[in-house]
């Protein structure tokens, strides 16, 4: 394989001049170029072996031979008959698209390459130009008069490329007149890929760790409960109160699923002590699992039948632990899946009740059929009823604007709970401008699975229309705090904001309500959650 040199990202300055000016050439004579820096690593051998994935090899995309089976064409052309015939949305959106225009600068990466190829009615007609090729009449008999193309490696590795600088916001979904969701055309496209072995090793990994271990980092059970008691001593440190999780304790009434990312790296610990706290607090019969231990589900950005597979674990655990019903973390695409995708593939879960929160009785009527409630959905509630006895003075250091992340924005239309939280919980709460919020937020540029570090560029690239709606915050009121309730996002934006908006943090929605959370029988607070020193008490003893 070529050895790729590690590239420096360009400096903001640079990256901020756009050029709009499109190609000279038509877009199907312009050809793919794979620059290192705007790409991630192929997926590793070992863990398309172990996920059962087609042609396992090491394979690099700067090389020129991507080691293709044998026959590929025929491959690729086969799996999209047979999703032509499985999914009738994929038809839909083949058929139906009039290139009017709508979602061309709606999409983040077009906005911030310019290049064409990236507005999401381009983006689709990569493949569309194949579909009517070899599956219309007009394609098969007019060809390129009628936007159709013959399958070629170039054709692929171009797929490839674009399908890898999507990250299935759904954003320009929003804004098309039929509702094309060219979300669901990038994950028929990456199936298509991985049928001949082209995963990216950012997804193919995690989604290997998750189907052996239970998450996407590899913890094995005694890292995590160790990594959970390490916070529970930084709690004690800050409040005074000892707090003692259960683990996989069967007969709980409920379970709770993060992120595997809110175990370990800021700023998702902070997010996890929140969790933690709260429990305590509300003296909460939950229990964690650490065979389920991983509420996101990169099978997602692999396959719809691999993120089945990834999903079915949290309810097979349910299942085990005879608890009642399940509270989930603050993730973005397990929110996604759960809510659009899981009655189809594993649900309905009639195996447990409907979430009814033991706190204040509100019965949890949209999670009739999942039996799973978000940990915003839960905490609003409280707030809603007065359970909670909060300081906002605690969060006064804190300027603080918020982040739609966009599966559960977008996805499961939760875009008022967060807001009521951070509300209570800050004194200093600024919106970010109309449209790059709630229905209409900007991605973070690194999700369903790009968040790599070798394609930094792409990523700060696909951030910059987010980026650029903080610093409007940032230089009108002063904001220095970016808060949100995706593990990606907390895991994506400190790279974002420290490059584009250096001084803004990032922060989970539950880490901000652990900093106001006053708790029974703690002593007088001086430190925030990352142990840093409260407002007004610097220095105290």
């Not at 087609?54 to 293709?68: G, I, T, V, Y």
């Not at 015939?85 to 038809?91: E, G, H, L, P, V």
């Not at 271990?213 to 005074?240: Q, S």
Request: hydrophobic fraction near 35%.
């Amino acid at each position: 394989m070529a050895k790729v040199e590690k590239v420096k990202t360009p400096k903001p300055q640079e990256l901020s001049q756009i050029d709009f000016k499109p190609p000279a050439t038509d877009w199907m004579d312009t050809p793919t170029v794979i620059k290192p820096g705007n790409f991630c690593w192929g997926g590793k051998e070992k863990d398309l072996l172990t996920l059962g994935l087609p042609n396992p090899r090491q394979w690099s995309p700067a090389d020129e031979d991507w080691k293709l089976p044998e026959g590929w064409e025929t491959t690729i052309l086969e799996g999209m008959a047979e999703r032509l015939a499985k999914y009738r949305s994929f038809k839909i959106f083949m058929d139906i698209c009039v290139r009017c225009g709508a979602c061309a600068d709606k999409c983040h990466f077009y906005i911030a390459t310019g290049d064409p190829k990236n507005m999401p009615v381009l983006r689709a007609e990569l493949i569309r130009s194949v579909y009517k090729k070899y599956f219309t009449t007009s394609g098969k008999f007019l060809g390129r008069l009628a936007g159709a193309r013959e399958l070629d490696e170039d054709v692929l590795k171009e797929w490839w490329s674009y399908f890898f600088q999507c990250t299935e916001c759904r954003r320009c979904s929003v804004f098309c007149p039929y509702g094309i969701d060219q979300a669901e055309v990038t994950i028929i496209g990456r199936e298509l890929l991985n049928l001949v072995g082209l995963n990216i090793d950012w997804i193919s990994g995690p989604a290997a760790n998750c189907y052996m271990k239970g998450n996407h980092l590899g913890l094995e059970p005694h890292a995590i409960v160790g990594n959970i008691e390490t916070m529970c001593d930084d709690i004690e440190e800050i409040t005074g109160i000892r707090v003692n999780p259960t683990f996989n304790r069967k007969g709980a009434e409920i379970m709770f699923v993060t992120p595997s990312g809110d175990f370990m790296g800021e700023p998702g610990i902070y997010t996890c002590m929140g969790y933690l706290m709260l429990f305590h607090e509300l003296g909460l019969d939950y229990t964690w699992s650490t065979y389920a231990s991983e509420g996101g589900n990169f099978g997602f950005f692999t396959s719809n039948d691999m993120a089945k597979r990834l999903n079915y674990k949290i309810y097979a655990e349910a299942k085990r632990l005879g608890v009642k019903w399940i509270i989930g973390g603050e993730c973005g695409h397990m929110w996604r899946v759960l809510n659009q995708y899981m009655d189809t593939w594993n649900g309905p879960a009639d195996f447990l009740e409907v979430p009814r929160s033991p706190i204040t009785g509100t019965v949890f009527e949209n999670a009739k059929s999942t039996k799973m409630i978000h940990i915003s959905e839960f905490t609003a509630d409280l707030i809603k009823h007065n359970k909670l006895t909060l300081d906002p003075s605690r969060n006064d250091h804190l300027k603080v604007t918020y982040h739609d992340s966009c599966n559960p924005s977008r996805g499961m239309g939760l875009l008022e709970e967060p807001r009521e939280i951070i509300k209570a919980i800050c004194n200093n709460f600024y919106e970010m401008p109309e449209n790059t919020i709630r229905e209409k937020t900007f991605c973070c540029g690194s999700g369903s699975g790009l968040n790599a570090s070798e394609n930094m560029e792409q990523r700060m690239r696909g951030g910059f229309p987010r980026a650029n709606a903080v610093k409007y915050v940032k230089d009108k009121h002063g904001v220095n705090m970016l808060a949100n309730i995706c593990a990606v996002d907390r895991a994506a934006l400190p790279a974002l904001m420290d490059y584009w908006n250096p001084g803004v943090g990032v922060a989970g929605v539950t880490e901000l309500l652990a900093n106001a959370l006053v708790m029974r029988g703690e002593k007088e607070r001086t430190l925030d959650i990352r142990l840093e020193d409260l407002p007004g008490k610097e220095g105290d003893e």
